[in-house]
């Protein structure tokens, strides 16, 4: 297994015991490789929940860009609810998972078909 794969199963394990959600590994996966790079880099990799200028990145760079959503209150609340779902103290939010929450969420699933 390469480093990716073992990411890939410290975000499933994340998923698992602290969002109480299930991963589909197939698009675990793909929200994983869409990251790119940023998986590797330590503050790239994680998404600091109380920031608000990183939640605004999440917003307008995943959400609206990748995603496709229109811009709207109910972004943030996703956002918002997703940081909650994970754990206000839990330090390391890893972006992937994060992200994975939030396609779940607005059933954008086929944006990685």
Do not use: W
């Amino acid at each position: 297994m390469g480093k990716r794969d073992d990411l890939i199963a410290k975000y499933a394990d994340d998923l698992k015991n602290k969002c109480g959600m299930d991963p589909d590994m197939d698009l675990l996966t793909k929200v994983t490789i869409g990251c790119g790079p940023a998986i590797y880099n330590d503050d790239a990799s994680t998404v600091a929940g109380s920031q608000s200028s990183e939640l605004e990145t999440v917003k307008n760079n995943f959400l609206i860009k990748k995603l496709g959503l229109p811009d709207g209150d109910n972004l943030m609340a996703a956002i918002d609810s997703v940081i909650e779902t994970y754990g206000k103290s839990e330090r390391n939010k890893y972006r992937v998972v994060v992200y994975y929450m939030l396609v779940k969420h607005f059933g954008k699933e086929a944006v990685y078909a």
